[in-house]
């Protein structure tokens, strides 16, 4: 059974930090492509940042370009979104996604963590 556990969200001041980690278990982790979501209320959900099954490449959306830091490490089944800079327009519950081509896409979402810019 695949299961992603997201961890690590919070309330934080503009400006702020936060490291999110999402653990993944039931699956061969360095098989997978990893990415970061985030859903605003009354919004969709969108996609954060991408990281290749092997760590070798790494996309993000304009919105955090320069503030944030996604990485991977493949022995400990984990994946790690370093959040700088943080805005109130970043808040949202955060979400990892693990996504495999088998002849077709087949992805397992994290139960998302909830990330609060206030002052």
């Known amino acids: 059974q695949v299961q992603l556990v997201e961890s690590g969200g919070g309330l934080v001041q503009p400006g702020g930090s936060l490291r999110l980690s999402c653990a993944a278990s039931g699956l061969t982790f360095s098989n997978y492509a990893m990415s970061w979501h985030r859903q605003a209320p009354g919004k969709e959900r969108e996609l954060v940042a991408h990281i290749a099954s092997s760590g070798g490449s790494s996309v993000y959306a304009d919105s955090v370009k320069g503030r944030f830091t996604i990485s991977r490490d493949n022995a400990k089944n984990t994946i790690y979104l370093q959040m700088n800079s943080l805005k109130f327009e970043d808040t949202a519950v955060y979400y990892c996604?693990?996504?495999?081509?088998?002849?077709?896409?087949?992805?397992?979402w994290g139960q998302g963590t909830q990330v609060t810019v206030s002052s």
């Open positions: 996604k693990a996504t495999i081509w088998l002849g077709s896409f087949r992805e397992y």
